[in-house]
């Protein structure tokens, strides 16, 4: 088994991380921003 | 013709330069041991292919002795942080370049340079085509940022001691824990976990061994703490009888998402202390479990991934 044949088989795999890793950013962008926005609701009554 | 055994003689003398470097360098009160560990590991390099396993053996007894008993970091001339913002402000991305190049030239040199034939013989190995190009990469891009950056001549090696040192043992980790790997793969480990297996679960369906080998690399992995050492005993165990010979299944595809899925363990496990623990404790964490809590979604989504790419890809109608 040739090594350059092992990395393209890693590429769905990388694919598939890079996906996940920026949906979990996403998600956290989101939360932090509810939780600013939260922040500034309590101070301006 | 350029061969492994030349790639391993340059990494084994750049070791014997940072040993000679660090024997010299007062700073380190543990200067002998640091001296030593890095001298047995160039040893290793340059003479390893030479000796008989059994002093192999003890080469890797006496660097974990000298580890075990701590090395010591010394204080190698380098740049300031004046000198570190003045180069960024003057290269600016260009500073990759030498970076890029390594993977680069590995990936140009694994595809052609096994065709380039000099005098009636191959430039290069073309068994070990990867290796080679991965050792030239790593000449080219030395050369690339000497020719960019001028530095004073001694820096690429002082520069080598500071990585070397601030890493400390855990560098040769990945290549121990492989010779671990094959080690537990001869004793036959291999077979047990197998035979356990065959005895509890039946593994007579194609979805079925890839999911016992893609779990059985994570758990083993995250026992012991690197996919490398994990990888020979379950490829042994699952990988190779089931799921390639019985299963036929492409043993390029099963091997790469294998190891893939040994990462996830990585990704969760204490074990992978240079990864998960030191820097939560070096960064002060309120939780020492907390990057791999935060790791641990990611690794168990990747793992199912992992499943079901082997089962679509290995298998070609």
Partial sequence: VAPLQLSVWAMPTALLALVVHVARLVLLDRQLQCQAAARVAERVP | ?????????????????????????????????????????????????????????????????????????????????????????????????????????????????KLVVVGGQPL???????????????????????????????????????????????AVLPQMLAALGALFAVAGVGTVIAGLLNDYVPLDTPLLAVTAYAVGMALFTAMMGNAYAAFPVMTAAIGLPLVVHKFGGDPAVVCALGMLSGFCGTLVTPMAANFNVVPAALLELPDRNGVIRVQAPTALILLLGNIVLMYLLAFPP
């Avoid at chain 2, 200067?31 to 396993?53: E, H, I, K, M, T």
């Avoid at chain 2, 960024?88 to 260009?94: I, L």
């Avoid at chain 2, 990867?130 to 950056?149: D, N, P, Q």
């Fill in chain 2, 1 to 113: 013709m350029i061969t492994l055994p030349m790639i391993y003689a340059l990494a084994g003398l750049l070791f014997a330069a940072i040993a000679i470097q660090g024997a010299l360098d007062r700073a380190n009160p543990r200067r002998w041991l640091g001296a030593g560990f890095w001298g047995l590991y160039a040893v290793n390099f340059l003479a390893g292919s030479y000796l008989p396993d059994f002093a192999n053996g003890v080469l890797v007894l006496g660097m974990v002795a000298l580890a075990a008993a701590g090395l010591g970091r010394g204080a190698p001339p380098t740049t300031t942080a004046e000198q570190r913002a003045a180069g960024t402000a003057r290269f600016g991305n260009a500073l990759f370049v030498p970076a890029l190049l390594i993977p680069g030239v590995t990936l140009l040199g694994t595809l052609l340079l």
């Fill in chain 2, 124 to 170: 290069i190995d073309p068994n070990q085509a990867t290796l080679i190009s991965l050792g030239l990469g790593v000449v080219v891009a030395l050369g690339a940022a000497i020719i960019m950056l001028r530095p004073p001549p001694l820096a690429p090696v002082r520069e080598a001691r500071r990585l070397a040192e601030t890493i400390g043992w855990a």
